[in-house]
C-alpha cells in the first residue's frame, strides 16, 4: 500500500543537523500542537470566528512546512489571507477539511519515521 507521502524530514534534518533525538523532539512537538490545530480550525469556522481561524491557519502552517507539506502551507496562507479581507468565505470549510486529511496522514508518516529514528 504505497501511497505518495505528504511529509519530507529533508528540511527537519537540515535543521537539527540530522540529530536523530532533536529531530524526535520536533516531531512530537508537532504532534502536541496537532490537537490545538484541529479542534481550533474546525471550532473558528463553525463560531465563524474568521480573524482566528486566520491566525490558527498562519501558526499551523508553519509547523507543516517544518515537515515539507508545503503545498499544505499554500494553502493554510491563502486560507490566511482570504479570512483578513473575509473573500471568499464559502470555500473556508474546503481547506479546513484538507488540512484535516492531509495531517492525518502527515501524523501516520510521522509516527512510522519516529519509530525509526
Known amino acids: 500500500m504505497s501511497q505518495n507521502r505528504l511529509t519530507n524530514l529533508s528540511y527537519l534534518n537540515e535543521i537539527t543537523g540530522g540529530e536523530p533525538e532533536i529531530m524526535k523532539e520536533f516531531i512530537q512537538m508537532f504532534f502536541d500542537q496537532l490537537p490545538e490545530f484541529k479542534d481550533g480550525l474546525t471550532n473558528h469556522l463553525a463560531t465563524k470566528n474568521y480573524e482566528e481561524l486566520g491566525k490558527l491557519a498562519h501558526k499551523a502552517k508553519s509547523s507543516v512546512m517544518t515537515f515539507g507539506m508545503n503545498e499544505l502551507g499554500y494553502r493554510l496562507k491563502e486560507l490566511q489571507l482570504k479570512t483578513q ?17 492531509e495531517v492525518t496522514q502527515a501524523e501516520n508518516e510521522l509516527t512510522e519515521d519516529l519509530n525509526k529514528l
Request: aromatic share 18%; charged share 35%; net charge negative.
Open 85 to 101: 479581507k473575509l473573500e471568499d468565505i464559502e470555500s473556508y470549510p474546503v481547506y479546513v477539511d484538507e488540512f484535516m486529511n
